[in-house]
Nanobody, 127 residues
Framework: QVQLVESGGGLVQAGGSLRLSCAAS????????MGWFRQAPGKERDFVAA????????AYADSVKGRFTISRDNAKNTVYLQMNSLKPEDTAVYYC????????????????????WGQGTQVTVSS
């Protein structure tokens, strides 16, 4: 079993930046991919970005392309989400998630592909 702990959320003005981190522990040798999702109040959990744990396969939601970057440090078992040019509509609780599936990142865009979730970190963007 993998455990995930997110950090880095907070309050930022529109146009600002934040970097979220997600540290994995436990059976990290079995990690094949990680993703970020977000959920605003009263809304469903939406895909943000995903990465394979090896290679260069990444995927992004259209709403964040060009503004957000997902990256990883395999040695630290940590995945990051660099968020630039933040908008008020980016306000949500952000969750990282682990997948044991060996799929390209473009196929890791739905919550049912993931088996473990972090506790979430709040991101609030003020206008």
């Amino acid at each position: 079993q993998v455990q995930l702990v997110e950090s880095g959320g907070g309050l930022v003005q529109a146009g600002g930046s934040l970097r979220l981190s997600c540290a994995a522990s436990g059976r990290t040798a079995g990690i094949h991919g990680m993703g970020w999702f977000r959920q605003a109040p009263g809304k469903e959990r939406d895909f943000v970005a995903a990465t394979r744990w090896s290679g260069v396969s990444t995927a992004y939601a259209d709403s964040v392309k060009g503004r957000f970057t997902i990256s990883r440090d395999n040695a630290k078992n940590t995945v990051y989400l660099q968020m630039n040019s933040l908008k008020p509509e980016d306000t949500a609780v952000y969750y990282c998630a682990h997948t044991p599936l060996q799929l390209a990142a473009q196929y890791l865009v739905t919550p049912n592909k993931y088996d473990t979730w972090g506790q979430g970190t709040q991101v609030t963007v003020s206008s």
